[in-house]
């Protein structure tokens, strides 16, 4: 069965430390990988992708991901956390081998900087 | 100018009664999704739809239905509302279900509905 895990439900920062949110995956076919925030009582916003190519994609607020095929993960960085990147952030997975081309979601990791 | 809107933003209302949550994209889009969000922040797709094709999660119950008048709107009807379908609801819209399905699905601000 295909599926995404975020392995920690919440990461505990210091404002201007580097922050790291884990997501692996597992599917059948090539995975495209996204992330997505969601700030409190808001939607879901669009960070990054991944789908070929260079496996650092950078993104959205500073925010950048490295696919690593091997370990079957696509870590969510940020070089120096901000109070203002407190949120929810959720991975998913989309896989050229399903015709549905619905996204897999992680059940979301909680970041909490702190100044 | 707002993407994906969503009306209302919350919604109150008693068990048994028959709702819906109005979803309007902006974008050009060709496919429209639902979701549930769950108390526990989970994110579960109900439904995926375009103008060729309904895709329906299966354990969706059938007191949910979604109506797209045109490409650009997807509402979703609930009948009989349950104690148990409060939840945030979001649309969400993406280019193409297909198209290799790597096309990023942009998301609504939510529906905020309680059930008494």
């Known amino acids: 069965a295909q599926s995404v895990a975020q392995p920690e439900d919440q990461v505990n920062v210091a404002e201007g430390n580097p922050l790291t949110v884990k997501c692996t995956y597992s599917?059948?076919?090539?995975?495209?990988l996204f992330w997505y925030v969601q700030y409190p009582n808001r939607g879901l916003q669009f960070l990054l992708k991944?789908?070929?190519?260079d496996n650092l994609v950078k993104g959205s607020y500073g925010f950048e991901a490295e696919f690593n095929k091997s370990q079957t993960s696509f870590h969510l960085k940020k070089p120096s956390a901000l109070v203002s990147d407190s949120a929810l952030y959720f991975c998913?997975?989309?896989?050229?081998?399903?015709?549905?081309?619905?996204?897999?979601w992680g059940a979301g990791t909680k970041l909490i900087i702190k100044p | 100018d707002t993407a994906v809107s969503q009306t209302p933003k919350y919604l109150v209302t008693q068990m048994g009664n028959d709702k819906s949550i109005k979803c309007e994209q902006n974008l050009g889009h060709d496919t429209m999704y639902w979701y549930k969000q769950d108390s526990k922040k989970f994110l579960k797709i109900m439904f995926s739809y375009n103008n060729k094709e309904l895709i329906i999660n299966e354990t969706v119950p059938n007191r949910f239905s979604p109506k797209s008048p045109d490409k650009a709107h997807l509402n979703l009807h609930i009948n009989s509302l349950e104690l148990g379908d409060s939840a945030v609801y979001f649309c969400?819209?993406?280019?193409?279900?297909?198209?290799?399905?790597?096309?990023?699905?942009?998301f609504g601000p939510g529906t905020r509905l309680t059930v008494l």
């Open positions: 998913a997975v989309r896989t050229s081998k399903d015709s549905n081309y619905q996204l897999i």
């Open positions: 991944y789908i070929t190519g």
């Open positions: 969400a819209s993406s280019r193409l279900a297909g198209a290799l399905g790597t096309d990023t699905q942009y």
């Open positions: 599917v059948s076919g090539n995975p495209y």
